[in-house]
């Protein structure tokens, strides 16, 4: 659909959204009320400039109804690395176990019933809110959704796909906007994520002299209240739960989006992957390549170290029945699969991002548009492992000041990894103490920033223990100097970011008393 946009911007303007126009859409099926998107690997048109791979949980971009990747093996296996266990204890490693188990809990796509799951499961924690804390189990249920095929409904609902653009005039004359968020029941497009209904306008960002443009999404009825799927993460480019909020389970949606997925009357053509084989009376031969059935259900087993083969991953085998289609007949044959390194591990880096988690990206899935006789389409496909989920050992925090700004004020974001749910139990914090004593300096990185760019950046590393508090200061003449905020060393670079206007400023970091 091309929507014509016309809005003059002020081309200095940086990294300002600007509404080039509202476009209230109301040409999808309005008596829809759930939705689900599907992820994929990135097509063309998904480009920067058009909103995408613009955050840490851009993955992949969001697939058309048939063109979804899923899974073709029964069992799924997971572990966590020596860092992560290091990092967060044995209580980091049950808050992930706990979203597995989630999962687990699942019946058969063919056995599920979708209005046993309710549209909203997202709950609260005072105390956990005020010590900003982010949940770690529910942002580790988001990421091995997204792992399963799961794109965030609300913010594909609408995606642009290209835009005019008069470099001339400053004026955005068309756009394309598709609709990839569809009902789990009629698998139709529909603009509604769990019972709520969005529209959008399109805006945009000129930097450094290109235009950015991009759909965004918002209530259509604000008084209504708000239930967005765990695939969303909390929100439209929310890209993480806010402090103190946590999933209890899987909404409508998800459940919805997986259903349609793994359906046993979902036939694709498939392979399998490269270390499934036949085994038993089809062990000598079998069928690669086939019009295959949903695998219907999905089991996560963890997958240990083996201490005796100095940390190398105990294989896990599983046997499983693989039905197909040929000549208009159900088939089956019996399968194997033996895993040596784990399908999807669980670790700890510096991603050095504001959202504390980094995930493998879809390039490594595989399309079976060609085996399906659409050729150049971008989907349907499947997933094929390995697959890391790194945590940071905290949110990274930022420090905001500026020029413009009186002197003793600052804005400041800066959260930790917790683990906490409904009860009054305190929550956990993470990262554990054996962590904490490895931590002996705090890295500040600054970057001053000017009218339309970077004017320089600096870094040092400041001999703040972790835990201790750090008043960052400025000033004019190295005589009087003012505390603009104070941050804590929880283990990560601190990023302090300040927009300068005069022609002199000097920073420092001290101990806080």
């Not at 019946?107 to 499961?121: K, R, V």
């Not at 998800?254 to 270390?275: A, M, Y």
């Not at 040596?340 to 980094?358: A, E, K, R």
């Amino acid at each position: 659909m091309k929507t014509s946009l016309f809005h003059s911007f002020d081309g200095n303007r940086i990294l300002g959204r600007v509404i080039l126009a509202t476009v209230l859409l109301f040409l999808f099926f309005t008596q829809q009320t759930k939705a689900f998107s599907l992820l994929g690997p990135f097509e063309n048109w998904m480009t920067v400039t058009n909103g995408f791979m613009v955050s840490p949980s851009d993955l992949g971009g969001p697939m058309d109804i048939t063109q979804g990747y899923r899974w073709n093996v029964p069992v799924i296996t997971y572990a966590f690395d020596q860092s992560f266990i290091d990092c967060f204890g044995t209580n980091g490693v049950a808050a992930v176990e706990g979203a597995i188990q989630i999962l687990n809990d699942l019946p058969p796509a063919s056995q599920i019933d979708l209005n046993s799951y309710p549209p909203n499961t997202t709950a609260n924690n005072l105390a956990a809110a005020s010590a900003s804390l982010v949940d770690l189990k529910s942002a580790a249920l988001f990421l091995v959704l997204q792992q399963l095929g799961l794109a965030q409904p609300t913010r594909y609902a609408f995606c642009l796909h290209d835009f005019d653009y008069s470099a001339t005039s400053n004026i955005v004359t068309a756009a394309t906007i598709l609709d990839r968020n569809f009902d789990p029941v009629s698998f139709l497009p529909t603009n509604f994520v769990n019972r709520f209904e969005y529209t959008n306008f399109t805006v945009g960002d000129y930097f450094e002299g290109q235009f950015f443009a991009m759909e965004d999404v918002f209530a259509l009825d604000p008084l209504t209240p708000i239930y967005t799927a765990v695939a969303d993460s909390g929100g439209y480019f929310n890209d993480g739960l806010l402090p103190g909020t946590f999933y209890t389970r899987l909404t409508f949606d998800d459940v919805g989006g997986l259903h349609f997925l793994l359906r046993t009357n979902n036939f694709q053509f498939e392979p399998l992957l490269s270390d499934v084989h036949g085994t038993g009376t089809n062990a000598g031969s079998y069928v690669n390549v086939a019009l295959r059935a949903g695998i219907d259900k999905i089991t996560f087993i963890r997958q240990d170290y083996d201490p005796l083969l100095e940390r190398a991953y105990v294989p896990v085998t599983n046997q499983f029945a693989d039905t197909y289609l040929t000549n208009n007949t159900i088939m089956h044959q019996q399968l194997e699969r033996i895993v040596s390194t784990p399908d999807i591990i669980f670790t700890v880096s510096n991603v050095w991002n504001n959202w504390g988690y980094q995930s493998t990206c879809t390039s490594n899935w595989l399309n079976n548009a060609n085996l399906a006789g659409n050729p150049g389409a971008p989907g349907p496909g499947i997933i094929r492992p390995p697959i890391n989920i790194a945590f940071e050992p905290n949110v990274a925090a930022t420090i905001f000041t500026g020029d413009f700004q009186p002197e003793n004020t600052s804005s400041i974001s800066q959260v930790r990894w917790g683990s906490f749910d409904n009860s009054t139990n305190s929550p956990v914090v993470y990262p554990v103490e054996k962590f904490q004593q490895s931590v002996s300096s705090a890295e500040i990185d600054l970057q001053i920033n000017g009218n339309d760019s970077i004017l320089a950046f600096f870094s040092w590393d400041s001999p703040m223990l972790f835990g201790k508090a750090m008043a960052f200061q400025t000033s004019t003449n190295l005589l009087d100097w003012t505390t603009a905020g104070i941050v804590t060393n929880w283990g990560l670079p601190i990023t302090w970011a300040h927009n300068s206007i005069l022609p002199q400023r000097f920073f420092r970091v001290v101990p806080s008393n």
